[in-house]
């Protein structure tokens, strides 16, 4: 079935740093959201990406889905104690949709 | 104002027991979710209604039977519980089941099963 991998599992960074995680697919990707989720908090919308090459900004965070739809990157810029939490990417199945693996951030100050 | 709300928001039970989870929307959505997030953060779909209707049953045990009284209602019963539920459970909402809806998730339940 369709899964999506996401890398790293865990990211440490201190305050001020950027900060990458990845999203893979074995398979063309329709769109491709990102979610957050601040520890003991619930996920929540960041944005979507359907465009083959697509790139989006929000403030510090750069979104980029590749050219193949198979996978996609978020970017942030100078990280702030504010940006710890699990990133995920979601895909869309048949009537679901599916969740990465996630990346874990914390941000030391 | 909550847009997604669920009760209780922790749950401590013994094996056994049987126990439900309820879930409301107010944002006047046709399509709601369960999740289970693990204790490695792994979100996994449980079960997708579209207009009170089940659409997709990932794979759950029986044990777990959810209920749509209505559309801005998903409830959760979970039977003869085990050590292995021990999770956060969400629900979630979104306008409808066609591509590219935002889901909007409530505040989870925190079940831990002793």
């Known amino acids: 079935g369709q899964q999506v991998m996401q890398i790293p599992q865990y990211q440490h960074v201190q305050e001020g740093e950027d900060f990458t995680t990845y999203c893979n697919s074995s398979?063309?990707?329709?769109?491709i959201q990102w979610y957050k989720q601040r520890p003991g908090g619930h996920p929540v919308f960041l944005i979507q990406?359907?465009?083959?090459?697509e790139v989006k900004k929000q403030k510090r965070l750069t979104f980029q889905f590749g050219e193949a739809k198979k996978n996609s990157s978020l970017h942030i810029t100078a990280t702030q104690t504010t940006d710890v939490g699990t990133y995920f990417c979601?895909?869309?199945?048949?009537?679901?949709?599916?969740f990465g693996t996630g990346t874990r951030l914390k941000v030391l100050a | 104002d909550t847009a997604v709300s669920q009760t209780p928001k922790y749950l401590v039970t013994q094996m056994g027991n049987d126990k439900s989870i309820k879930c409301e929307q107010n944002?006047?959505?046709?399509?709601m979710y369960w999740y289970k997030q693990d204790s490695k953060k792994f979100l996994k779909i449980m079960f997708s209604?579209?207009?009170?209707?089940?659409?997709i049953n990932e794979t759950v045990p029986n044990r777990f039977s959810p209920k749509s009284p209505d559309k801005a209602h998903l409830n959760l019963h979970i039977n003869s519980l085990e050590l292995g539920d021990s999770a956060v459970y969400f629900c979630?909402?979104?306008?409808?089941?066609?591509?590219?809806?935002?889901?909007?998730f409530g505040p989870g339940t925190r079940l831990l099963v002793l």
């Open positions: 398979t063309t990707l329709s769109n």
């Open positions: 944002l006047g959505h046709d399509t």
């Open positions: 979630a909402s979104s306008q409808d089941w066609v591509s590219q809806e935002t889901q909007y």
């Open positions: 990406l359907v465009k083959s090459g």
């Open positions: 979601v895909s869309e199945g048949t009537y679901k949709y599916i």
């Open positions: 209604y579209n207009n009170k209707e089940l659409i």
